[in-house]
């Protein structure tokens, strides 16, 4: 039977002007906000390509080998990191069953509510020298500082171990969705075939679910390059940290713009790669679900082992930093409700609400270009609106400084000499340039979110309201909106979130004398006031849970 969409058209002749007029103004909103996405990528490569050689050659001699061997190594270790531990959770809470499966199965996401470098000052606490656990053991011992060994926290290593441990979820999500999906037929095959249960999901299972965990792999690989709090905290120098110091220490546009250069090369490189190996990623599905994997009872030693595999992830990276901080904000001075603290929270909220309204938006537009005018034009533009989730938010900030700040210089110089007006930064200096760095980073997880709840109203739908004489307006206004209303608060949810965390773009654009939660937080650990960063952390995390419930309890339902 044809459905109301592939046959002929009902609506009146002046629906189809309104309609075609409508969607010239969903095109122009979408490519609008595309090109939006992608020009601080050609801003950076113009400042870059434009810098002199001078610069660069400098860098090359002096510290660009070091930026780049520091950050593959920290994407190395990362990636094996969040593997481990991302499959092997993932594999023991949906194919064996133990006491407390259950429970962990949800509570394994948690440490995903975590900023890594929230996690970073709470561990240092405990772990630095003059933390408790060094100084007990001094107490213990009679040891002076120099008659022990104790690892390093403020490391290569330890920026690695807080990185992992507030990313794995992201392989564990995917990679538990992958083994649920699977049949159980290859598996018992091999088993039927005389192999362990290691070796049949080594051999069978890992396969099958490859892509999957390639694909939450390659996320936490690129939060890792973006992320500038933990390797600026522990003193680890990678691109993030070398953009920074060029920009704010060394006064080095040109320098700023080519390390963001290279740093956008390979955040794009590793974007393209994921989204080739998602795009493999439906074999694992393959074959009719008449047999399920059969789980296996896991008892005495067992049952011990796969406990205390999946409760050391979720105690190191949520309940014990919990605790510390809980402990070091009521050591501090810091009054939450003093007037210079609410000032933070509302410049916080008003950013991240400003900036998710806007987001959520764009999304709308792009999404519902992309269901008006299917095909390569509008994928396109949707595509190149999703590039600013694989770019770090330093790189962001740079390349929309670089184009507005000349703007901003050259206006100000026309008015002073026609008008002896000084205007000074006027989109440099305001929270608005700011916001659209935040929606070029988050506009993918608004996207994302939109698109999922589009895909659950039907064509037909459309094709009733345009023979009703509505427009494309009219359509998304009483239609789509009404229906998309869950996923669009889960879409301003995340950013909202997201805008809350952020830390590079926020540091090297907001205004003068204007600081966020975030902000505080990082000056006052930077300062080595780790029980007042506490204060701020503590309320960021709090904010950040809330999306991390939604997931834990659509993981329960599943």
Excluded at 85 to 97: E, I, Q
Aim: hydrophobic share 55%.
């Amino acid at each position: 039977m044809t459905s109301i969409s592939e046959s002929q058209d009902y609506s009146p002749k002046g629906s189809k002007r309104g309609h075609k007029a409508g969607g010239s103004a969903f095109a122009f909103l979408a490519w609008f906000v595309a090109l939006s996405c992608v020009l601080p990528m050609l801003a950076v490569a113009l400042a870059a390509l434009t810098g002199g050689t001078d610069t660069i050659q400098h860098l090359v001699e002096t510290v660009l080998a070091r930026y780049a061997l520091t950050t593959v190594a920290l994407v190395a270790m990362v990636s094996v990191g969040t593997l481990l531990l991302g499959v092997g959770a993932a594999w023991l809470v949906t194919m064996t069953r133990f006491p407390g499966v259950r429970f962990f199965e949800v509570v394994l996401v948690l440490p995903l509510a975590f900023p890594a470098y929230v996690l970073a000052y709470a561990y240092t606490f405990i772990l630095d020298h003059p933390g408790i656990v060094q100084t007990t053991l001094r107490d213990v011992t009679g040891w002076g500082p120099r008659d022990y060994w104790f690892p390093e926290i403020r490391s290569l290593g330890g920026a690695a171990l807080m990185l992992v441990l507030v990313l794995y979820p992201y392989v564990y999500l995917l990679a538990r969705a992958a083994f649920l999906q699977q049949t159980g037929g290859a598996f018992l095959a091999a088993r039927a075939l005389g192999k362990s249960a290691f070796s049949a999901f080594w051999s069978v299972s890992l396969p099958m679910a490859r892509p999957a965990i390639a694909s939450g792999v390659l996320l936490a690989v690129m939060e890792t390059i973006a992320d500038f709090g933990t390797v600026s905290y522990f003193g680890v120098q990678t691109f993030a940290t070398g953009i920074y110091t060029s920009w704010f220490s060394l006064a080095d546009r040109s320098g700023a713009a080519q390390l963001a250069l290279c740093l956008l090369s390979f955040a794009l490189m590793l974007a393209v790669l994921e989204r080739s190996t998602r795009g493999k990623a439906r074999y694992h599905q393959a074959g009719k679900r008449h047999t399920t994997m059969p789980p296996a009872e896991l008892k005495g030693i067992g049952a011990l082992g796969a406990w205390v595999l999946c409760a050391v992830p979720v105690v190191l990276g949520f309940a014990l930093p919990v605790f510390i901080l809980f402990n070091m904000g009521l050591q501090s001075e810091q009054d939450l409700f003093s007037r210079r603290y609410i000032g933070f929270l509302q410049n916080s909220l008003l950013l991240a609400t400003v900036a998710a309204i806007l987001t959520v938006i764009a999304a709308i537009c792009l999404g519902f270009y992309q269901r008006l005018r299917p095909g390569r034009v509008s994928s396109t533009a949707a595509y190149m609106s999703r590039l600013g989730y694989a770019v770090p938010g330093g790189v962001i900030a740079v390349g929309l400084m670089v184009p507005f700040a000349a703007f901003d210089n050259v206006l100000d110089a026309w008015m002073r000499a026609n008008f002896e007006i000084r205007t000074g930064l006027l989109i440099t200096g305001s929270i608005w340039l700011l916001v659209g760095a935040y929606m070029v980073r988050f506009l993918a997880a608004a996207l994302g979110a939109y698109e999922s709840g589009q895909s659950t109203v039907h064509a037909n739908m459309d094709a009733a309201a345009r023979s009703l004489g509505q427009g494309p307006m009219g359509m998304l206004r009483r239609v789509h909106l009404p229906m998309l209303t869950p996923s669009l608060l889960t879409a301003l949810l995340i950013v909202f979130v997201d805008v809350m965390k952020e830390l590079p773009a926020t540091l090297i654009m907001r205004p003068f004398n204007y600081d966020t939660l975030a902000v505080q937080a990082y000056r006052l650990a930077s300062d080595e006031r780790l029980e007042g960063a506490a204060v701020p952390s503590l309320v960021i995390l709090a904010v950040g849970l809330l999306p991390v419930i939604l997931i834990c309890r659509q993981v329960g339902r599943r």
